[in-house]
């Protein structure tokens, strides 16, 4: 799959937890391009920009390593370590960075992209600064998933067109069921809407978690791409409050994002 606008947003976003949660005052990171290269293209707390598209080559320097293991790795002293090659010495320095983790974004066994924090000084990175970046990497990888499938669903035709349609329908039956006055009417139109989630193959496994219904239909509007903005239009609601909805799914759900939360409604029977 190849990275586009809205795969660096997830990076993006992600740098900015895994300093918010490491206390690390920079980070950057990067999707891989091409198979073996991956390019910096976000920085987070950066005083300069060496660091910005530079191009990582698998194996080469503390990225390169990381990409070639698909496993995190540390360094104290960057341009004195002697685990890694010396290849960007010059854009790390340049940036004064000498403490610095990578950890590998990996999605269905193939290494995506990569995650830095750095510190300014030569001192260990503990353990749970480590297992704070590898949580931000994880976010992205299920970010990456839920991209991946719409992307494979838009793109295969067929029965994969089919679902989107049925979630398309699915999502504007719950915009309109608030509006039909007649109760008879309404709960007969949600129970339709309830037969198509029935029918998409939900795990039988999966808890059945408690929803509201207002937190059905802003998942329903995210699952069928509409913004906070066009879903609250949609419901005639305010973007304040689709996001209050799916903060509480999300919370419910135990999703981290909004496509994680699509994905834990999907399998819980709550959308096609």
Not at 206 to 218: I, S
Request: charged share 25%.
């Amino acid at each position: 799959m190849t990275a586009d606008a809205s795969d660096a947003v997830e990076v993006r976003n992600a740098l900015l937890r895994l300093r918010r949660a490491t206390g690390l005052p920079v980070a950057f990171g990067g999707l891989l391009e091409a198979g073996r290269h991956m390019r910096i293209s976000e920085l987070s707390g950066t005083a300069t920009h060496a660091l910005r598209s530079l191009v990582v080559t698998s194996g080469t320097g503390l990225g390169g390593k990381t990409v070639a293991l698909s496993r995190p790795c540390v360094v104290t002293d960057y341009s004195a370590s002697r685990q890694i090659s010396h290849e960007y010495d010059a854009p790390v320095t340049a940036e004064g960075l000498r403490s610095v983790l990578a950890v590998p974004v990996v999605v269905r066994h193939r290494v995506r992209g990569v995650l830095y924090g750095a510190l300014r000084t030569a001192q260990p990175l503990g353990g749970r600064m480590l297992d704070a970046a590898v949580e931000a990497a994880r976010d992205v990888e299920r970010a990456l998933v839920v991209r991946d499938e719409a992307r494979t669903l838009a793109a295969g035709g067929g029965a994969g067109a089919g679902w989107e349609q049925v979630r398309e329908a699915h999502a504007a039956l719950r915009a309109l069921a608030p509006r039909i006055a007649d109760p008879g009417l309404r709960a007969e139109l949600l129970g339709a809407c309830a037969l198509l989630a029935a029918d998409s193959g939900a795990s039988g496994d999966a808890p059945r978690v408690r929803l509201a219904p207002r937190e059905v239909d802003v998942l329903a509007c995210v699952a069928a791409g509409a913004t906070n903005a066009v879903a609250a239009e949609r419901l005639g609601v305010t973007a304040e409050t689709v996001k209050g909805y799916l903060r509480s799914a999300m919370r419910k759900l135990r999703a981290r994002t909004r496509g994680e939360a699509v994905v834990a409604a999907r399998r819980a029977g709550w959308l096609p």
